[in-house]
């Protein structure tokens, strides 16, 4: 845990980019230090900023309900952001803001090594799908380094736009499916070596 409070504290008094002069709280992320699910949203909102919390409004309790359908918590998963302070009104992250925070959360990636990452709405989507389409692919899992990748919806589009909350509901649905298959394949034996070539004998 002390390498993810470290980062956690580096993270609350970041000045990197411009966000540090308009934020109120930075919010580095929380739960359990080796979770096997992390979600990744896009960037703390007004109540996050306040709190310094993330997923902690409207979309928040959304997602709660999400993780409720399946039996989890949010004390069960890892959640954080691509971008780790709020952009003034909720604008889209800039290019830079981007880049100058990416690091923070392949930290994160690597600390916490979860099994399973969903990525929460366009941006983080695009670190692992780029130029993908998410309505095309929200929901497919792809496997890079052992871990497993599953784009979603942004919760808060599902708040504002109703078909998509049926989508990202039954997304959600199959994460427990996609977990009994990666236990499934831990828990098979590895395929047995190769023989050694046959000793030519003489006898
Ligand atoms: N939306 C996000 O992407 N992240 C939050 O933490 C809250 C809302």
């Known amino acids: 845990m ?4 470290r980062l956690n504290r580096e993270v609350r008094s970041c000045r990197l980019c411009r966000l540090a002069s308009t934020r109120k709280l930075a919010v580095p992320g929380e739960g359990p230090e ?8 896009e960037a703390p909102g007004y109540h996050e900023d306040q709190q310094g919390r993330p997923f902690v409004g409207a979309a928040g309790q959304f997602l709660e309900s999400l ?7 949010r004390r069960d998963v890892f959640i954080c952001n691509v971008i780790k302070c709020r952009p003034p ?18 930290r994160q990636l690597g600390l916490v ?9 366009r941006y983080s989507m695009e670190l692992v799908f780029k130029g993908s389409s998410i309505s095309k692919i929200h929901g497919t899992t792809r496997t890079i380094d052992g871990v497993t990748y599953i784009p ?9 736009q109703p078909r998509y909350r049926s989508l990202i509901e039954a997304d959600f649905d199959r994460v427990p499916d996609i977990l ?7 828990a098979s034996p ?3 070596e190769p023989a050694p070539p046959e000793q030519l004998s003489f006898f």
């Not at 002390?2 to 409070?5: D, G, R, S, V």
């Not at 090594?113 to 709405?121: Q, S």
């Not at 009994?180 to 831990?186: C, G, H, M, P």
């Open 113 to 121: 090594k979860p099994e399973v990452v969903i990525t929460l709405g």
């Open 34 to 41: 080796h979770a096997r699910i992390m979600l990744i949203g």
């Open 89 to 106: 009104e909720n604008r889209a992250p800039m290019p830079d803001e981007l880049e100058l925070c990416r690091p923070y959360l392949i």
């Open 67 to 73: 993780l409720a359908r399946i039996g989890l918590t």
């Open 2 to 5: 002390e390498e993810l409070e």
């Open 180 to 186: 009994q298959e990666l236990d499934r394949r831990n």
């Open 152 to 160: 979603m919806f942004h919760p808060a589009a599902a708040l504002h």
């Open 190 to 192: 590895p395929p047995p």
